[in-house]
């Protein structure tokens, strides 16, 4: 699970602990929250068993501290109340902390991420400080990571943070995490242009992207396809020199720690107290910190609406709503709870008798102990929130429930709904849903109530919070294996000097280039795609050497091709080779049949109107479906129909099917750009070749090189070709320095 040389380290906006002036000193004390009890969990159930000690070197936690500067110490203090971990603390500037944290991080990205637009501010002196406090924690890390390390990125709050990192340690292990929902990409577009695109940036710069469940992942990976345009193969992202894997680890618990505090004498008398207090009613449970998102006041609304229309259970059933004090200085979260005291009095008021309290709401923090109580003591669990990333409490009140009995009744829209299949699942809006179940809850038999606890305790037990972390660990390994396999083949410096040397030194040489994405970048509209002053005058240094010979070779039409290079004295081949020009202009070309074109155009235009924003482009040999203007999502999947549409046409014509940069394209066979470059080849042998491009046709051209031969791909592999290159602009730099390094002026072209 961890690297025996290095350690991990692990990273959150807090560490899982805050400090307490008590008796003239600090006092630390846990922190609540799904992230320490998740991450807590994880670290006493793995190395308490004694993995990943064999170094000695326990796992660092990162985070920023409540402590002031001065009282805050040096790495490591703390460890001891930490435990099986050392602590680093992060000094954040009280402006910076409290416009991260209460501003950016909870006004705007929180309200926006748990879809509550409308509370949304965008403020930008907010995302100023956010940018500067992910900028603390990217310098309190640069001075502990060490050979060997991983880290372990958690939340919102750090979504910058593994870009900073990757461009400091390129071959450093990065996994993100993110703990609450990633919402919709209609929703993630509110924010900023250059916010979200810097946010999409940050997350991807680690090497594994995890998210609570399948939807989230769908959105993220939607909203990096639309806003910045990088390609998915499958749940990888292929930027533009590395690439990010991207995943579902739904966060669990340490279900062993509630079932054994199930036999503790301790609990079971807190438990049987409970018991006492209700005199016999039956005990219906909330917990939940004090949030927007919890929908505290809507399952109010569903129980006011159960005892309104269940006259019969006046003074039967009480409702524990215990809420956990949290982020109590931002105004929303004070109102809230004046809101929430309001609508208990009231039901209270309305239904209450002398001796029976519908509501009872405790405002307070409660430990392990009473933690566990309450879940024994509860009939019914009622955990509905409006939307939560995952919900632990709902995982706790079943794992607590050693005895089979209880019925817990969750929210659709919490991520613990898609692995609960045995809760009552509701609409936490509805409030006859809530009551509905409410109800059901109530009179559920025995044995139906330990059928479905027995489900939902398999399911804790096989995928628990070790399994979890370890899952994340294992496709950490394999993206950072993916990764690397991929940086093996971009250009060094050092293979950089040895093509320069080559050049310098050749009599005779050869450059083949590609021209969309490799000479240009692409563009939507291809007829947008020309080339640009800079291009030409590039083109023409190349060419004012003697030595040199230079062919774009494309799958361009001959007649756009020939335009666009019309007074430069260089070889085109067009259409994947179909069509060869010689540099004083004379066409050549390969006859082939077209009996297939018609048919195929016409199933092309078919789909250019199913599929909105792509087109057609007519060629003299060849026909090809241009989807990248198209929406990704239709794009991809039309792409996929248009595809087996044509493998069964190709039993009955003689074409062949080649797959692009988006794009579908139609020719004869027998022509492809190998070809046509082994005869140019033939015709002029040279010493230095060097052949550029980014698409899948240019593997045909790599593949019919010499050896010896530089060969480049823009962009990531695989690929036959020898190196990797980023993108246009560094091609362009690449011929650049072609011509500025000296060459020998006296060598002339025999």
Known sequence: MMDTEGRLIIVSNRLPFRSEERGGGPLLVKSSGGLVSSIGSFLHRRLGEGAGTATGRRPIWVGATDMRARRAGKPGEGAAAAGLFEVSPVILPDATKDRHYNGFSNDTLWPLFHYFPSLARYEEEWFTHYRTANRLFFDALAKVIGPGDRVWVHDYHLMLLPSLLRGAFPDLPIAFFLHIPFPSYEVFRLLPALWRRELLEGMLGADLVGMQTHDHVQYFLKSVQQLLGLELDLRTVMGRSRSTVVDAFPVSIDPERFRRAFDDHAVVAEKNQLRKNMAGRRLVLSVDRLDYTKGILQRLQGYEHLLDTRPDLAGKVSYLLQIVPSRDAITKYKELKERIEATVGRINGRFGSVDWQPVIHQYRSVDHRRLCALYQAA????IAPLRDGMNLVAKEYVAARKDKRGVLILSETAGAANELGGALIINPTDRAAVADALSQALAMPAEEQSARMAEMQERLARYDVVRWAEDQFHQLDGAVALRRRLQVKEITTDARKTLLASYRTATRRWLF???????????????????????RSLLERLLSDPCN?????SGRDRGTLGAWYERLPIHLVAEHGAYLRSPEGQWTWTSVRTDWMGPVNALFQQFQDRC?????????????????GAAPDLGFMRSRELMNVLNDMARSFDFQIIEGNKVIEVRPMGIDKGSAVRQLLASRPAGFVLAIGDDRTDEDLFKALPPGAFSIKVGIPPSHARYCIRGPEDVSALLAALVDRPVNTSLKSP
């Open 379 to 382: 009939d019914v669990a009622l």
């Open 513 to 535: 280039l590609d021209h969309d994405g490799t000479l240009v970048p692409f563009t939507k509209l291809p007829a947008d795609a020309l080339p640009g002053d800079k291009l």
């Open 549 to 553: 010979s230079i062919a774009v070779v």
């Open 612 to 628: 909105p924003g792509s087109l057609v482009e007519q060629k003299t040999t060849a026909i090809a479906w241009h989807y990248r």
